[in-house]
């Protein structure tokens, strides 16, 4: 009988100073399959001790009972701070309750020495029958592996039970991986292509070389009805580069896990920047730069994701030639290059591909019908690729075939495709310089190939979408004469980041000069081209200016010059932001981007009477009147001297609301509502204005542990104020609680009220965030604009996002003796962009005003 007694600090000891030593050994060697190995063999030595003090005192025993390794201790590949599975599998349920305490006492004792331990219990039985409906238990058993106990009973669950199942079932195994794995990849927006990726659960990670070997496992053994001989699960080069992989992988996951000593797998900057300096990964070669280190993390990436996304479809494949015929003939496309075959393109004569034309109407093909490369097709035309290298067609030929994908309804598809087989750089060298380039650009959540083909994909999407935003854009899209020209003008828009991030619109156009006279474009189609490469970012910068105001306009129209670039302009500017990540294109940014372009195709056709452009003031007064004749004089009274923002951004039934509010300012002088939308909550304050009372509503907000994410400030010509904030909850208080809601418009109102301590609030809030700030990476930049408004001193303030930031700003702002206009608040990623137009003493600020604010600002922003 094993003993009884609790493991003692032997093994604790044991466990520490061995982990102490494997950390140490990788810090110098950078190993991760060896430390991967060596720990494995730690835990499983702990294991059999632990198993023989408190299970059974022979390694084989007891009978009926056995310890199975599962996920990353089955195949020897346990993380520094990753779970470890085990399986308690008995024969019968008889022994479940007889080894119950003792099975306890060796969980525990693994336990006590800070293992994350995953255990499950199960008997043979619960295998099968196999429930398809919950096929996970049996994905599991792919990685199985012996530990401890009866080894009959372990070696009937894997030569005959795993085989039996996998064989019988495999359609349903693969199912629910494609089905989890599709899922996985939704949350990285199906790319591996992200500037901080997840080097564990993103596309091409660690878990999608886990799903590689999973599915060629249960291809051999659906095939041989057993278990297959390593060498022979995938072919060699496929097993080459899966090797290599999991050898990065295996070092890279190792590094992050030691440096945020936890489970924490994302490649922030700063550990890319530790990476690349320690060579992690990268084994002998010379010191690299980060977006080196990261091309070979990409490179690693991808092709796990290909081999995976090919694994994957081919499984079903695996069926009759009836069958293949059949979905030939359901797809409805076959001649004499190619057949497809359950939406995968086959090519018929690959000897022919020697051709370029035969190349060209492969990717015609998909951008005509959205159909993909088999893995076949696949290593067909990379197996072409090198001499149509030493050949490569004339530009002006390849422009003519880019310009006929271009306007296909799968363009984006055609052109992913491309890309992934090296094919688009190529014929475009200079998109070379972009392929899986991770710049330093905090607002941008993909690489600059990835963000490039996800603008075109934008655009492309357009005609399909469902949505209200997206049919006016696809209305204009239809308008153009030329749309290849915007997609090309995408294409190039960020080349320049591959020489610089000062400047890379100039480096851009640089670039795009010698690319447009090679592929021998008319002289006006490149002047467009370079004019949307040149600008592209302009449109979304007057975003951050009043749009209503009528200098904005025509300050931007005289830029844009025509309807045909202001409509490409557009949708140019559309697609760019939503491609930066996709919380970006918010529906008030759309609509923003939307009243801009209106009102700036109306400055340039000189047709503002015209219904399709009306003005909207008179129809918006008029409408207003209609539905409150009563109000009469109140209502002129209120909307005098409003500025024109406040008619254009706001809808007839919320005006009415902000004077009904107005009206009761008699009974209680400050009146509060507070709704909660699909993005947000909006809190609205009228309330006769007051100094420091856009700062003060900005810092309750703050106290009360509020993410502020837009704000209005307007007032009219008597003095009443309509503010507006909308902001997160940060700590769900007010979605857990509805009775809150009641108490937080109260705390507001006692601020405003001076019935509350503000100060004492925001020092207490800050005082207990001060360690969750996040380290500043975005250089503060103030500039101010006398020019863009007639009556109000714009300053735009970039820095840093972090809570508080707006009270911050705010106080500054109204310590200077500055009056807020119109306060415009945008975040990108972890930037803030925050926009104020102000005044002072009734008019713009000075010059020497304007250098006192700017001192002030930046020495709040730096905390000094």
């Keep these: 009988m094993p003993t009884q007694s609790p493991p003692g600090s032997e093994l604790r000891e044991l466990y520490d100073t061995e982990s102490s030593r494997l950390q140490q050994q990788f810090s110098v060697t950078k190993d991760g399959l060896s430390f991967l190995l060596q720990r494995s063999a730690l835990v499983e030595s702990i294991a059999s001790r632990l198993w023989e003090q408190f299970v059974s005192s022979e390694k084989a025993g007891p009978s009926g009972l056995v310890l199975v390794a599962l996920g990353d201790l089955g195949s020897r590949s346990p993380f520094p701070y990753s779970e470890v599975d085990l399986l308690f599998l008995h024969a019968a349920a008889d022994t479940v309750e007889k080894f119950k305490d003792s099975t306890n006492r060796f969980s525990q004792g693994l336990r006590d020495l800070r293992l994350k331990l995953n255990t499950t219990m199960r008997t043979f039985s619960e295998f099968n029958p196999?429930?398809?409906?919950?096929?996970?238990?049996?994905?599991?058993?792919?990685?199985s592996r012996y530990l401890a106990g009866d080894p009959k009973l372990f070696a009937n669950l894997r030569n005959q039970l795993i085989p039996e199942i996998v064989a019988r079932e495999s359609q349903v195994l693969v199912g629910r991986l494609a089905e989890i794995t599709r899922a996985r990849h939704r949350k990285f927006g199906n790319t591996v292509l992200h500037q901080e990726p997840n080097v564990k659960d993103g596309p091409g990670g660690y878990r999608d070389y886990t799903l590689a070997c999973w599915l060629a496992l249960i291809s051999a053994m659906e095939k041989r009805h057993g278990w297959p001989e390593p060498d022979t699960i995938v072919s060699p080069p496929v097993r080459k580069a899966l090797d290599s992989a999991l050898q990065f992988f295996a070092s890279v996951r190792c590094f992050l896990h030691f440096r945020h000593?936890?489970?924490?797998?994302i490649l922030t900057w700063d550990a890319q920047d530790d990476a690349a300096s320690q060579r992690v990964g990268a084994g002998s070669a010379d010191r690299t730069s980060s977006a080196e280190w990261m091309r070979i993390y990409f490179a690693h990436a991808r092709a796990v994701h290909r081999i995976s996304g090919h694994l994957l479809e081919e499984m079903p494949a695996a069926q009759s030639l009836f069958y293949r015929q059949l979905e030939t003939w359901r797809t409805g496309f076959s001649d004499a290059d190619f057949s497809v075959v359950d939406g995968l393109i086959f090519l018929q004569r690959p000897e022919d591909l020697a051709d370029p034309g035969l190349f060209f109407r492969t990717f015609r093909l998909i951008a005509q019908r959205g159909f993909k490369l088999s893995p076949a097709a696949e290593h067909q035309l990379e197996q072409a690729l090198p001499p149509l290298a030493d050949h490569p067609p004339k530009g002006s030929d390849f422009w003519r075939f880019l310009q006929e994908i271009l306007g296909d309804l799968h363009a984006g598809d055609a052109l992913r495709a491309m890309h992934s087989l090296h094919l688009l750089a190529m014929f475009l060298p200079e998109l070379q310089g972009i392929d899986a380039l991770a710049v330093r650009d905090f607002s941008h959540r993909f690489t600059v190939d990835e963000h490039t083909l996800q603008a075109v994909e934008n655009v492309q999407a357009l005609r399909q979408s469902k949505s209200k935003w997206d049919e006016r854009y696809a209305e204009i899209l239809d308008e153009l004469e030329q749309p290849e020209l915007l997609y090309l003008a995408i294409l190039l828009h960020d080349t320049g980041k591959a020489v610089t991030l000062e400047d890379h619109v100039q480096a851009s156009l640089v670039i795009a000069?010698?690319?447009?006279?090679?592929?021998?474009?008319?002289?006006?189609?490149?002047?467009?081209?370079?004019?949307?490469?040149?600008h592209h970012l302009d449109m979304g910068a007057n975003l951050r200016r009043d749009i209503f105001d009528p200098r904005t306009v025509a300050q931007f129209a005289d830029t844009v010059g025509a309807p045909d670039?202001?409509?490409?302009?557009?949708?140019?500017?559309?697609?760019?932001?939503?491609?930066?990540?996709?919380?970006?294109?918010?529906?008030?940014?759309?609509?923003?981007?939307?009243?801009?372009?209106i009102g700036t195709a109306n400055y340039l056709d000189r047709s503002v009477d015209e219904r399709v452009h009306a003005d909207a003031h008179d129809e918006v007064l008029n409408h207003l009147r209609s539905l409150a004749p009563a109000a009469g004089k109140k209502l002129q009274t209120f909307l005098e001297g409003l500025p024109r923002r406040y008619l254009r951004t706001h809808p007839v039934d919320e005006i009415l609301r902000h004077l009904e509010m107005a009206n009761r300012l008699g009974q209680d002088p400050v009146q509060l509502a507070l709704k909660r939308s699909r993005h947000w909550y909006e809190l609205t304050l009228v309330t006769p204005d007051r100094p420091f009372l856009f700062v003060t509503v900005a810092g309750v907000l703050a106290a009360c542990g509020m993410n502020i994410v837009k704000a209005g400030a307007f007032s009219n010509q008597g003095g009443t104020v309509v503010d507006t904030f909308c902001f997160t909850d940060r700590f769900r208080t007010l979605e857990m609680n509805l009775p809150e809601w009641e108490r937080f418009k109260g705390t507001v109102h006692a601020v405003l009220s001076g019935k509350q301590d503000l100060d004492r609030m925001v020092r207490e809030r800050l005082r207990s965030e001060k360690d969750r700030f996040t380290k500043g990476v975005v250089a503060t930049q103030i500039q101010f604009d006398d020019g863009c408004s007639a009556h109000s001193t714009l300053v735009e303030v970039i820095t840093q996002d972090q809570p508080g930031l707006l009270y911050r700003i705010s106080s500054v702002l109204s310590h200077q003796n500055c009056n807020i206009d119109i306060a415009l608040i945008d975040t990108e990623g972890q930037t803030a962009i925050d926009v104020f137009y102000?005044?002072?003493?009734?008019?713009?600020?000075?010059p020497e005003h304007q250098e006192r604010l700017r001192q002030s600002l930046l020495k709040e922003l730096s905390g000094k």
């Design 838 to 846: 102000l005044t002072s003493s009734g008019g713009k600020l000075t």
């Design 565 to 597: 670039r202001l409509k490409m302009l557009c949708l140019f500017t559309y697609a760019d932001i939503k491609a930066v990540s996709p919380e970006a294109l918010t529906s008030w940014k759309a609509e923003d981007l939307w009243q801009l372009y």
């Design 130 to 143: 196999f429930d398809p409906d919950n096929p996970e238990p049996v994905l599991s058993l792919l990685d």
């Design 513 to 534: 000069k010698g690319c447009l006279e090679r592929l021998e474009l008319p002289a006006p189609d490149r002047e467009t081209v370079l004019f949307l490469i040149e």
């Design 261 to 265: 000593r936890g489970d924490d797998n």
